[in-house]
């Protein structure tokens, strides 16, 4: 699903990000990326969503080279991912139904077919009481778990999470999370940044620690043989 | 039920309806916008109407003296002084001749006498007229051509002028050509203010889009995060300058009506008092169509310029 060859990332002003980041994660896996703040984790997830292009290396989304995709392209690719952000980004304007179907209507589906969707992507958050309901008008958990059936009622095969517990206590963190797991279940590749140690201790999923730009702890390194010659 | 019929539709059809469907979606939810914020769109609207008004009026104004002058120039005669020894008889067979000519409407003969008794009566010189020893005035014929055209009315004061007993013929309409040079002038003042009023319109909504698009940069950011087009996120903001147009252009034409409507009561007394039948002409159904879907297009191509500069720019990071 994701490959990452010696991935470098410099910003303007001379700031490596993601310093020589070799990884691989395969169809239908989960795994968390850890590390302080600053240590690359968003960086390494905006090259996957194609807000930031590597400045050295190559990275490849289902064998998509992600250095040179063509602007026309950039939406249709995103359609294959599901984005979730700690600060949620709903859109404040329009009830909690509308924000959901967001992306199907982006996709031009029908509306029966809409309608149906983003209920059962309510319902699999559990909230599917609260459909009219503005987004400003709910807590901070239900406003995330509104983020993620936003991100996960298209149906597709990656999903993204930038600190998606960022906010919340640990009670509504582990429902979060747990959330993550059910849908890796049914097949979806999840891919998590969290600096939220003891929830990611309790999981027992793979682990990609960044420190500084560079990746020092890769769970997922074993079952890796391309990366040896990689790194010769 | 017919959908239950049709429930296996060929995608294509699916994607087709739907682009449709977002199309009216992207129309109704640019309304709805625009009725969640009245006072920004009322202001938008209202400086619309204003500017569109100005040359709105200036046209109608413009079709109403050109109608004027239209009557005037139908009514346009010509006339003739027979020469001072013609007496009253051959005088009145030359104006019969001239009557039966193809190009005349009609003719009215005005006797020396009858020339020399009102003058008499309505200049004040009665007294010295008197110490004439004989009548200075000609006969006189008044010829109404029947063509309205200028070059044919030309062509028959070059013919009447031609006739042995004519001293002078007298086509009495250059002041009306002054009048229609002036109008042509003021005709092409029209299409210059409409130019620079259009653009000034242009221009408005133009930066009103350009403020909507700022004011929406986090769900610009959301909607291209999570796959829409560029096409799909500029939909919203197009339709959004258009109802602009749309509802400027209406209310410009209703700031021009009830400008009129407030001219008519005067001009109401003025035909009293001329005995004239000036009507006012207002905007035909064909007049309003063209500044409704024109004000509709300065929407759209205003939007669609700030669109095309500004949302481009917006990317996440």
């Not at chain 2, 509802?247 to 009506?257: A, C, K």
Request: hydrophobic share 45%; charged share 20%; aromatic share 6%.
């Amino acid at each position: 699903m994701i490959e990452f060859h010696n991935v470098t990332k410099r910003y303007e002003g001379g700031f490596e990000a993601l310093t020589n980041v070799s990884l691989q994660l395969g169809d239908g896996e989960m795994a968390f990326i850890t590390g302080h703040s600053g240590a690359g984790k968003s960086t390494l997830l905006k090259i996957i969503a194609l807000i930031e292009k590597p400045t050295r290396g190559q990275a490849l989304l289902n064998r998509i080279n992600l250095n040179n995709v063509a602007r026309q392209r950039i939406p249709h690719i995103r359609r294959n991912i599901g984005i979730i952000f700690q600060d949620h980004q709903l859109l404040f304007d329009r009830p909690v139904f509308d924000n959901v179907a967001l992306p199907l209507q982006i996709q031009g589906h029908r509306r029966q077919e809409i309608a149906k969707r983003t209920r059962a992507a309510l319902d699999k958050v559990g909230l599917l009481n609260k459909e009219k309901s503005m987004p400003i008008t709910l807590s901070g958990g239900e406003q995330q778990r509104v983020g993620i059936a936003r991100a996960v009622v298209h149906k597709p095969m990656l999903l993204l999470a930038d600190e998606p517990t960022g906010n919340l206590d640990p009670v509504l963190s582990r429902e979060i999370m747990q959330i993550f797991i059910d849908f890796n279940q049914v097949g979806v590749t999840v891919l998590i940044a969290s600096h939220d140690l003891g929830l990611i201790e309790e999981l027992d999923k793979p682990r990609l620690t960044l420190n500084r730009g560079q990746l020092i702890l890769n769970d997922l390194a074993a079952n890796e043989e391309w990366r040896n010659d990689g790194w010769r | 039920m017919a959908t239950n019929t049709r429930r296996h539709k060929p995608a294509v059809t699916n994607a087709i309806s739907a682009y449709f469907l977002h199309h009216l979606q992207s129309l109704v939810f640019s309304l709805g916008k625009i009725y969640q914020a009245p006072a920004t769109t009322i202001m938008t609207v209202a400086v619309i109407g204003i500017t569109l008004s100005l040359p709105g009026g200036f046209y109608l104004f413009l079709k109403n003296i050109d109608a004027m002058a239209g009557d005037l120039r139908s009514s346009s005669q010509i006339s003739l002084y027979l020469d001072l020894d013609l007496d009253e008889k051959r005088a009145r067979a030359v104006a019969k001749d001239i009557r039966s000519m193809r190009q005349v409407e009609t003719t009215r003969f005005i006797s020396r006498d009858h020339s020399l008794e009102e003058f008499r009566q309505n200049s004040g010189f009665g007294k010295s007229i008197d110490t004439l020893s004989s009548n200075p005035l000609p006969h006189t014929i008044v010829v109404e051509p029947g063509a309205a055209d200028t070059f044919e009315i030309r062509n028959l004061v070059k013919k009447l002028q031609s006739i042995p007993q004519v001293a002078i013929a007298k086509l009495d309409t250059e002041w009306l050509e002054r009048l229609y040079t002036i109008i042509e002038i003021a005709k092409r003042s029209v299409i210059i203010i409409t130019i620079l009023f259009a653009s000034a319109v242009l221009l408005i909504i133009g930066n009103t889009i350009r403020l909507d698009i700022q004011n929406r940069y986090q769900e610009i950011i959301v909607t291209k995060l999570i796959g829409a087009t560029d096409a799909f996120i500029r939909r919203p903001f197009l339709y959004g300058g258009l109802w602009y147009g749309l509802l400027g252009g209406l209310l410009s034409w209703l700031i021009v009506e009830i400008g009129y409507l407030a001219i008519s009561g005067p001009l109401a007394r003025l035909n009293l008092l001329y005995q004239s039948e000036l009507t006012l002409i207002t905007f035909s159904l064909h007049d309003f169509i063209i500044l409704i879907t024109s004000s509709t297009l300065l929407g759209l191509t205003g939007s669609w310029i700030a669109v095309a500069r500004h949302l481009n720019q917006i990317e996440p990071s």
